[in-house]
């Protein structure tokens, strides 16, 4: 066994082998009607039989799957900053996680169409326990981060991940995409782990982590959706917390979340690429010489960037105004916008539950929050 069998993606030479294990599976049949509703069965099993690598199965398959999805739950994906990116160089796409499928594959859809090198991906491997889709990640070149460890393990397994991703990104000229965080943000608020990017510097080669995240080329991503198809999901977790209590999934819960963010409704969509980090990190090297403020630096160098560049929708002012009691922001949305929200609001939440309530007015008013928090302290 190699080195990295455990996580990685699968090789091109066992695509077609991978295809052909799944190709009769139901949920393949469904993913196929549903991107290729006027094509038989039979036409779209020979292209599968036909393919041979990764990018093949992505840009004649999963590529046109993401067109049905933007077609169907949106009214549209909007980007900025992409010009930054070079051809053939690989990057780490740092980004907010706002949706198990989507944050991924969208990005990869318009690096695919601008000509850019596309990602492996991180996922968490309690995601993609059903057998199939643990199959169709690997197509897909996902590689597997291990949950629920003990420590010991954790530590293994952390210094695995981040030796993986340095030989992605240095030996293969593959960008790699992550997560800021373990899991998606349940309540709007994005945050750097700093654990994530602990991670990530075991596997530096350097004398200074500084040089090192440096030569991994660090892209802070941020992807906003109007609309949280998954919004009214994450809210037992939020609930739990607010209790103090230990939050504990349903059996299929992950599975349902991710097929409502393929399908539920997200109206529009915007990615933005932020600054490829460079002078930020020579800066962090002048004025710290230890490892765990540098990793704290770096953190908030991520956030400014990520929170500075999301895009706010007018469900993003409207839930500040509410949250806030304010018509600050009553110019940047119509009233038919704000109608429409509540009554969303009304159909998805109890309005005899206030902590649910709270918690996705939240959601949708913490990305405004955050904005004007970044925006003080520059004019400061």
């Known amino acids: ?13 066992e695509i077609n082998q991978a295809i052909k294990s799944v190709i009769n599976h139901p949920m393949m049949k469904a993913m196929m009607g549903f991107t290729f509703p006027d094509t038989d069965d039979e036409v779209w099993k020979e292209q599968l039989r036909k393919t041979h690598s990764i990018r093949d199965f992505q840009c004649n398959f999963i590529y046109y799957t993401i067109q049905r999805v933007l077609e169907k739950s949106s009214e549209g994906l909007t980007t900025s900053g992409f010009e930054k990116l070079e051809k053939s160089e690989a990057y780490l796409f740092v980004s907010n996680h706002r949706d198990i499928v989507l944050d991924t594959t969208l990005l990869n859809v318009c690096l695919f169409e601008k000509g850019l090198v596309m990602t492996a991906s991180a996922i968490g491997d ?33 210094k695995l991940l981040s030796e993986y991703i340095g030989h992605l990104i240095q030996h293969e000229t593959r960008s790699v995409w992550i997560a800021q965080r373990e899991g998606r943000t349940k309540d709007g608020d994005d945050a750097t782990n700093p654990g994530v990017l602990k991670m990530l510097a075991m596997g530096s080669d350097e004398a200074n982590l500084m040089d090192y995240f440096k030569k991994i080329k660090v892209v802070p991503i941020s992807i906003s959706y109007e609309y949280d198809p998954t919004d009214v999901l994450k809210i037992p977790q939020l609930m739990a917390e607010s209790k103090n209590e230990i939050y504990i999934k349903e059996k299929n819960e992950d599975f349902m979340t991710l097929l409502s963010g393929i399908l539920g409704q997200k109206k529009r969509i915007h990615i933005h690429v932020g600054d490829v980090l460079d002078k930020e990190l020579d800066v962090i090297k002048s004025e710290f010489d230890n490892t765990n403020k540098q990793i704290q630096a770096l953190a908030q160098e991520i956030d400014h960037s990520i929170l500075k560049n999301y895009k706010l929708w007018p469900t993003n002012y409207i839930a500040y105004d509410i949250v806030t009691k304010t018509n600050q922001f009553a110019h940047l949305y119509t009233e038919n916008e704000k109608s429409l929200f509540e009554r969303r609001l009304e159909m998805r939440i109890d309005a005899e539950n206030p902590v649910a309530l709270q918690g996705i007015l ?4 913490n990305p405004v929050f955050n904005k004007l928090k970044y925006k003080d302290e520059s004019e400061s």
């Open 1 to 13: 066994m190699q080195k990295f069998d455990a996580i990685r993606p699968f090789y091109d030479s």
């Open 126 to 158: 309690n995601l993609v326990k059903k057998d199939f889709l643990n199959t169709l990640a690997k197509m897909n070149r996902n590689f597997l981060v291990q949950r629920g460890l003990t420590p010991r393990e954790m530590l293994s397994s952390s």
């Open 362 to 365: 939240d959601m949708y008013a």
